[in-house]
């Protein structure tokens, strides 16, 4: 999930703006999508952007909360159709929420993004790296495909750029095999 999308652009989603005639098909699909994240799917963030602590004691308190609410991450940002369980086994997805849960960690994950709030950060905000080279492999299933030409203006050493047929915001854990092809793909140039 790479943070490429230029300010102008966020701002246009965040208002619920059409999308540019002028994008190219690659940004209109990043646009849709994040257009979806931000009209659907945002409010977990909003909470997590405002009020960390508040879900952080829910996410303490129950765990079948805490289950539901990473389940459902899950479902959304898994390369799965919104089945995460053709993509991960019950004791996988039940792994994942326990460590969670053993660890109490519900609510400094949730910090995460109240720290990147302060700053006017957010999680798809484009980031300028000048100097250290940047490789990118794009997952159908992550919550948006960031288009290239965004990245070619935020990443001024895109050293790498691949997009695959599978795999999503979990893509290590969903698609091992394919992630490590990758990450020896982006790194085999910096030999």
Same mark, same amino acid.
């Given at each position: 999930?790479? !943070?490429? @999308? /230029?300010?102008?652009?966020?701002?246009?989603?965040?208002?619920?703006?059409?999308? =540019?005639?002028?994008?190219? =098909?690659?940004?209109?699909?990043?646009?849709?999508?994040?257009?979806? *994240?931000?009209?659907?799917?945002?409010?977990?963030?909003?909470?997590?952007?405002?009020?960390?602590?508040?879900? %952080?004691?829910?996410?303490?308190?129950? /765990?079948? %909360?805490?289950?539901?609410?990473?389940?459902?991450?899950?479902?959304?940002?898994?390369?799965?159709?919104?089945? =995460?369980? @053709?993509?991960?086994?019950?004791?996988? &997805?039940?792994?994942? &929420?326990?460590?969670?849960?053993?660890?109490?960690? %519900? #609510?400094?994950? +949730?910090?995460?993004?109240?720290?990147?709030?302060?700053?006017?950060?957010?999680?798809?905000?484009?980031?300028?790296?000048?100097?250290?080279?940047?490789?990118? #492999?794009? *997952?159908?299933?992550? &919550?948006?495909?960031?288009?290239? +030409?965004?990245?070619?203006?935020?990443?001024?050493?895109?050293?790498?750029?691949?997009?695959?047929?599978? %795999? !999503?915001? *979990?893509?290590?854990?969903?698609? =091992?095999?394919?992630?490590?092809?990758?990450?020896?793909?982006?790194?085999? !140039?910096?030999?």
């Amino acid at each position: 999930m790479p !943070g490429t @999308t /230029p300010p102008d652009v966020l701002k246009l989603v965040r208002n619920r703006e059409p999308v =540019p005639e002028n994008f190219s =098909p690659e940004e209109k699909a990043a646009y849709a999508r994040l257009r979806y *994240f931000y009209d659907e799917g945002f409010g977990y963030a909003d909470m997590m952007n405002t009020r960390p602590q508040t879900l %952080g004691y829910s996410l303490a308190d129950s /765990p079948v %909360g805490m289950a539901a609410f990473y389940y459902d991450k899950f479902a959304e940002w898994s390369d799965s159709n919104g089945d =995460p369980e @053709t993509v991960f086994t019950r004791d996988e &997805i039940l792994d994942a &929420i326990s460590l969670y849960w053993l660890t109490n960690t %519900g #609510t400094s994950s +949730s910090r995460s993004y109240w720290d990147a709030a302060q700053g006017g950060g957010g999680p798809f905000n484009a980031i300028e790296i000048t100097k250290v080279p940047v490789a990118v #492999t794009i *997952f159908p299933g992550e &919550i948006y495909p960031a288009p290239r +030409s965004w990245a070619e203006k935020t990443f001024h050493k895109l050293t790498y750029w691949n997009v695959v047929d599978k %795999g !999503g915001h *979990f893509a290590a854990w969903e698609q =091992p095999q394919l992630f490590a092809q990758e990450l020896r793909a982006a790194f085999k !140039g910096l030999r």
